[in-house]
């Protein structure tokens, strides 16, 4: 029902304008005292420090205080102990940086469906949130993965992958990512890297094999002196950014590939990408990438 109303104009637009008149005024009055930088900002930083990143996304703030459940991952109480734990106790911010939606402090440069959105979730969840968050640290954009279709314009979202881009680099890459999503194949993301490869793991509830994926990684990691992982998959990719970074840097990017895709093709609505999955959408029947050979040489490792 939901990809239905996000892709009816109409109804989504009508949905919008309802949001508008009920919560506005109702955001504004919020206590909004917390430090996140915003995606410019969050960009700099991550351009200019080789620290890991860990994404909360509203999914994850919800999953602190409540039984919730996504799309691709049941609520699970384990999974809300690990992410109380690193919003408990962030690592150095030398090693780690806890991200927020910059949303929950500001909605300027925002589209407008998106500030509407955020408007009504925060004006009944906002104390709820706010209790397990510290206003003494400082946090980046966990929006800086979504770029294309949470802000205005496309200057954020061409400077969003410039710097992406120039963090790998020249660099030994692992993508650990849901089965099918495969970033980067059919575009240029990570055409710059000197090396990728791939781990794949369960698309749907993740964290149910989570010993493994982390077992699985670290061995990788030893045996190929990778430089960087990214990772791409929902609130697992959190948890493994956390427990992964006093090894090396872990980015935690879910989105980041789908995005560009949407960019690339000029689509602000949830589009369907040929041979890759997100949950957003239905993939499409055509697999084009199941026996391409370049992918399935990338692959190093699996968790069924």
């Not at 194949?185 to 509830?205: C, S, Y």
């Not at 840097?249 to 989105?255: A, E, M």
């Not at 990408?273 to 992918?295: F, H, P, S, W």
Request: with cysteine.
């Amino acid at each position: 029902m939901r990809k239905f109303i996000r892709n009816n104009s109409f109804l989504y637009g009508i949905i919008c304008l309802y949001r508008y008149a009920r919560y506005r005024r109702q955001y504004e009055r919020l206590d909004k005292d917390l430090h996140i930088l915003d995606v410019d900002q969050t960009l700099d930083y991550l351009a200019t420090h080789n620290i890991s990143l860990a994404r909360f996304g509203d999914s994850e703030l919800k999953m602190l205080y409540c039984d919730y459940s996504i799309g691709f991952q049941r609520y699970d109480p384990q999974l809300a102990a690990r992410l109380h734990e690193i919003i408990d106790d962030p690592r150095d911010p030398e090693v780690l940086m806890v991200a927020l939606p910059h949303h929950l402090v500001a909605t300027d440069n925002a589209r407008f469906d998106i500030k509407t959105a955020w408007w009504s979730m925060l004006a009944n969840n906002y104390s709820s949130i706010r209790q397990n968050l510290n206003s003494r640290l400082t946090y980046l954009d966990s929006e800086v993965s979504r770029t294309y279709s949470e802000y205005q314009g496309i200057a954020i979202t061409e400077k969003a992958y410039t710097v992406f881009k120039r963090i790998w680099r020249g660099k030994r890459v692992l993508i650990v990512e849901g089965d099918e999503t495969r970033m980067g194949m059919g575009n240029d993301l990570f055409t710059d890297a000197t090396e990728l490869k791939r781990i794949l793991v369960p698309r749907e509830n993740a964290f149910e094999s989570y010993d493994q994926i982390k077992k699985i990684v670290e061995e990788k990691i030893s045996q190929y002196d990778f430089d960087l992982v990214v990772t791409a998959i929902g609130p697992t990719a959190t948890v493994l950014a956390y427990d992964l970074s006093p090894q090396l840097r872990v980015l935690d990017l879910g989105h980041l590939d789908i995005q560009y895709e949407y960019y690339r093709h000029h689509s602000k609505k949830m589009t369907q990408i040929r041979g890759k999955y997100t949950n957003e959408v239905n993939m499409t029947t055509d697999d084009i990438y199941k026996n391409d050979a370049e992918y399935l040489s990338q692959i190093i490792g699996r968790v069924e």
